[in-house]
């Protein structure tokens, strides 16, 4: 992968990812994903990320499509990013608006109660297919992943993920609580950009 054929607003952003707002606390935390990458970056074998959280509806979708670009941003050839939920509703319309916002292209390719959104992050990569489903659905890798829960409810309730490598808690706060208020639109970033810089410095500190 070529970081070259990413769309520019995206490789801005990310060189604009400043990681040293991260606390010790934060990193401790990030540090099992940082370990996971690396050992399986070491051994040349694929690397599969699935972001859960309760209803794949923002941040699991934001951190899955985050994780792909950065991974071809640092040169991870291998890598590939899944999200699901506890129960299937659908990517709410303003955090894939809010991709949008951050150079994403989006294509929504279905207009069902879940639709299916098609995002690419590089004119020369696959595009990350977006719609709300449950973790274990067909759609996601059955086995040799890591699962990463984006939130605290999903975190408890997932005590055990089946064919899951590595179980990864690395929870943010839940930008539904501004959903039609004035500040939703400045949330819904805050959230997108914290996420990307966290994995941000996962990918710097996981390259081999």
Same mark, same amino acid.
């Given at each position: 992968?070529?970081?070259?054929?990413?769309?520019?607003?995206?490789?801005?952003?990310?060189e604009s990812l400043d990681t040293s707002v991260i606390s010790s606390e934060?990193?401790?935390?990030?540090?099992?994903?940082?370990?996971?990458?690396?050992?399986?970056?070491?051994?040349?074998?694929?690397?599969?990320?699935?972001?859960? $959280?309760?209803?794949?509806?923002?941040?699991?979708?934001?951190?899955?499509?985050?994780?792909? =670009?950065?991974?071809?941003?640092?040169?991870?050839?291998?890598?590939?990013?899944?999200?699901?939920?506890?129960?299937?509703?659908?990517?709410?319309?303003? =955090?894939?608006?809010?991709?949008?916002?951050?150079?994403?292209?989006? =294509?929504?390719?279905? %207009?069902?109660?879940?639709?299916?959104?098609?995002?690419?992050?590089?004119?020369?990569?696959?595009?990350?297919?977006?719609?709300?489903?449950?973790?274990? %659905?067909?759609?996601?890798?059955?086995?040799?992943?890591?699962?990463?829960?984006? $939130?605290?409810?999903?975190?408890?309730?997932?005590?055990?993920?089946?064919?899951?490598?590595?179980?990864?808690?690395?929870?943010?706060?839940?930008?539904?609580?501004?959903?039609?208020?004035?500040?939703? =639109?400045?949330?819904?970033?805050?959230?997108?950009?914290?996420?990307?810089?966290?994995?941000?410095?996962?990918?710097?500190?996981?390259?081999?």
């Amino acid at each position: 992968m070529s970081k070259n054929t990413q769309f520019i607003k995206i490789t801005e952003i990310i060189e604009s990812l400043d990681t040293s707002v991260i606390s010790s606390e934060r990193k401790e935390v990030l540090l099992p994903l940082i370990e996971y990458i690396k050992g399986k970056a070491v051994e040349n074998e694929i690397i599969r990320l699935n972001f859960i $959280c309760t209803h794949n509806s923002r941040r699991s979708h934001l951190s899955q499509v985050w994780a792909q =670009a950065l991974a071809t941003y640092y040169g991870f050839n291998n890598v590939y990013s899944y999200s699901g939920g506890t129960e299937a509703t659908a990517l709410f319309p303003v =955090a894939a608006q809010t991709l949008k916002n951050q150079g994403f292209q989006i =294509a929504k390719l279905s %207009d069902a109660e879940n639709p299916v959104y098609a995002i690419k992050h590089a004119t020369n990569e696959a595009a990350v297919i977006g719609f709300s489903k449950t973790f274990d %659905d067909i759609f996601n890798p059955q086995s040799e992943f890591a699962a990463i829960l984006t $939130c605290s409810s999903a975190d408890a309730g997932c005590p055990f993920i089946a064919g899951a490598e590595k179980r990864i808690p690395i929870t943010f706060e839940d930008p539904k609580a501004f959903d039609n208020t004035p500040q939703q =639109a400045e949330k819904y970033l805050e959230r997108s950009i914290q996420i990307a810089t966290e994995l941000s410095y996962v990918f710097q500190q996981a390259k081999l």
